[in-house]
């Protein structure tokens, strides 16, 4: 069966690309047709396209096995998400004034979002605008439709970020796909989505610790209070471990089974491990204290850095707050214990939110490599199936026009006027001239016997004549 109406999504990360199709009912329940990833080492760099070249080869294979997976489906656009470095919140307000006796009407609404809409500010792109809190006269209001007021005030979070962001994706990799970009959705405000409730949405934080960056999402009474994205990520560590002068590949098998994001106990610090050097086929032997010392410190950065995010956000202190930790960075061992023990709060893993996907697909969903880019999927809202080409009728040719040279009218036999009585006469002349005669062959013969004889005696007159006879 080949389907003619799904969402395709393509979530650039710093440690892979992955890729996605699926579809929604009519509930908002989705359902994964086909997915799959490609490495990004070498085309991205904590969040940003850096080898466009690359990438859009990388996106160009995954989408072809996207449509051998969903049945030779035809992917005719695509949404990408991003989490660059360079992406955070700013606040923009909007306000008008509407006089003594104002109200609060759609139009009212609409001109301010237009207003908002034509902000540009200075060295940023606005990738996406958050609904606004309203103020009417200084009180904040949820719903101001119909309310009376003297002046109201819109209150937006920009989500923000470097220019070349929408250009690297819209422009280069656009062109070289040839394919459309159906838009550009933010990647932490989509995970957001996924995996937090209402209710968690009253006080909480999100933080993705990914490969090349850390996303910082907070929310405070049910609403965005900002995105921020931290240019470390767990990748830092395996690179650090590198210094050891081991292999990348060694790092990361290093990092995942020994290393912690906390002090090692007294009596693991004598404990040796081993390790293959690059510079040596022979396996060698290292002190466990020696690696942790690299991954605990890298790690704290790490984690302090998104502690001041929240510091900035004004809701490090406040109680009843949640910590929520996801991202391939998070299955460090002891990460979920150091980020409790600086944050002061208790720390959770969160579970995709089960009204919002399929139960078959949780599985998938709940792999860090692939959560973002369901979260991606539940945000798209156009058909990405490729349109099939309605290539216009051919017009027919007009006949050619013939003009036809104007015939000779015959001008009209002159008419005589005869008297009725000459008429008479006329038709008994014509009348008697066209009535047989019974003795005509004889007539005929008698008539021809004596023009001949006739003949006979001029011709001897004129031979009697010529030869001086008498006539």
Request: proline share 5%; glycine share 8%; with cysteine.
């Amino acid at each position: 069966m080949t389907y003619t109406d799904f969402i395709a999504v393509i979530d650039l990360g710093t440690s892979h690309i992955a890729g996605m199709v699926g579809k929604k009912n009519e509930n908002d329940v989705l359902s994964i047709m086909a997915y799959d990833m490609e490495n990004s080492e070498g085309c991205i760099r904590r969040g940003c396209v850096y080898n466009v070249e690359e990438t859009a080869n990388k996106i160009r294979r995954i989408l072809r096995k996207l449509e051998n997976k969903a049945g030779g489906i035809q992917i005719g656009k695509i949404y990408v998400g991003v989490g660059s470095k360079s992406i955070r919140t700013i606040d923009h307000t909007v306000s008008k004034v509407l006089g003594t006796e104002g109200e609060v009407t759609s139009s009212v609404l609409r001109q301010l979002d237009e207003e908002c809409r034509t902000y540009h500010p200075a060295m940023l792109d606005v990738l996406e605008i958050v609904p606004p809190v309203y103020l009417l006269d200084g009180k904040e209001e949820n719903d101001p439709l119909g309310i009376s007021c003297s002046l109201i005030e819109a209150r937006y979070k920009l989500i923000v970020g470097q220019p070349t962001i929408r250009r690297s994706i819209l422009t280069n990799i656009a062109d070289r796909l040839k394919l459309q970009i159906a838009g550009i959705l933010v990647s932490p405000l989509a995970l957001a989505e996924l995996v937090l409730t209402p209710a968690d949405k009253q006080g909480a934080a999100l933080i993705d610790f990914g490969a090349g960056v850390t996303s910082v999402t907070v929310y405070k009474d049910g609403k965005l209070k900002s995105v921020t994205v931290v240019p470390l990520g767990a990748h830092l560590i395996t690179r650090d471990i590198m210094t050891l002068k081991v292999s990348e590949m060694e790092a990361e098998r290093l990092k995942r089974k020994y290393g912690s994001a906390l002090p090692l106990d007294r009596d693991k610090e004598h404990e040796k491990i081993e390790i293959s050097k690059m510079d040596d086929f022979r396996m060698q032997e290292m002190l466990l204290a020696d690696l942790n010392e690299i991954v605990e410190a890298r790690s704290r950065e790490i984690v302090e850095n998104a502690y001041a995010r929240l510091e900035d956000a004004g809701v490090a202190k406040d109680p009843g707050f949640k910590i929520f930790i996801t991202g391939g960075g998070a299955v460090l061992s002891g990460l979920r214990e150091a980020v409790s023990q600086r944050f002061g709060m208790e720390v959770h893993y969160p579970l995709i939110r089960k009204d919002t996907i399929d139960s078959s697909v949780e599985m998938i969903a709940n792999n860090p490599v692939f959560t973002t880019a369901v979260a991606l999927l539940l945000q798209g809202s156009e058909n990405c199936a490729l349109k099939p080409e309605v290539k216009p009728e051919p017009k027919a040719k007009p006949k050619p026009v013939v003009i036809e040279e104007p015939q000779p009218v015959p001008e009209p036999e002159p008419v005589s006027f005869v008297e009725p009585e000459e008429k008479e006469v006329k038709k008994e002349k014509t009348a008697s001239s066209q009535k047989p005669s019974e003795n005509t062959e004889e007539e005929d013969s008698k008539g021809k016997g004596k023009g001949k004889g006739i003949r006979d005696f001029w011709d001897k007159w004129g031979r009697d004549l010529f030869n001086g006879g008498d006539i």
